[in-house]
């Protein structure tokens, strides 16, 4: 899995989680499923395409975990993004700009828990 870390005037990109997906109602950076021979870059440039209309520019690596839900063990990778465009909530979710000091406010899945520590840190 992927994700973009994407900071514009001291705020972060942010999506809300749909119903009928797994952990819906937690906000999460946007990205998500890599596709069999699918690189990390064309992922996160096809997930927020679909989840928000906008064309990405993947930057450098952030940070990665493996994180072992219940039902589920995922392999997240975080990666700073810029884009071009005006994101949209293309799938019906809700999307908010989040300042960094309030990131803690937000309810976010486990498996991103050390990331939000290294942003308000």
């Known amino acids: 899995m992927v994700a973009a870390v994407i900071e514009r005037d001291g705020k972060f990109l942010l999506t809300l989680r749909p119903d009928g997906t797994h952990l819906a109602g937690y906000w999460e950076f946007p990205g998500g499923k890599c596709h069999p021979r699918e690189t990390h870059t064309e992922a996160l440039g096809r997930e927020l395409s679909e989840e928000l209309g906008i064309v990405a520019v993947v930057h450098d690596h ?20 810029s884009f071009e465009g005006t994101p949209q909530p293309m799938l019906g979710q809700q999307m908010q700009w989040v300042a960094r000091e309030d990131l803690r406010g937000f309810r976010f899945p486990a498996a991103d828990a050390k990331m939000i520590e290294m942003l308000v840190s």
């Open 62 to 81: 952030v940070f990665s975990v493996t994180h072992e839900y219940p039902e589920k063990v995922i392999e997240l990778h975080f990666y700073r993004c």
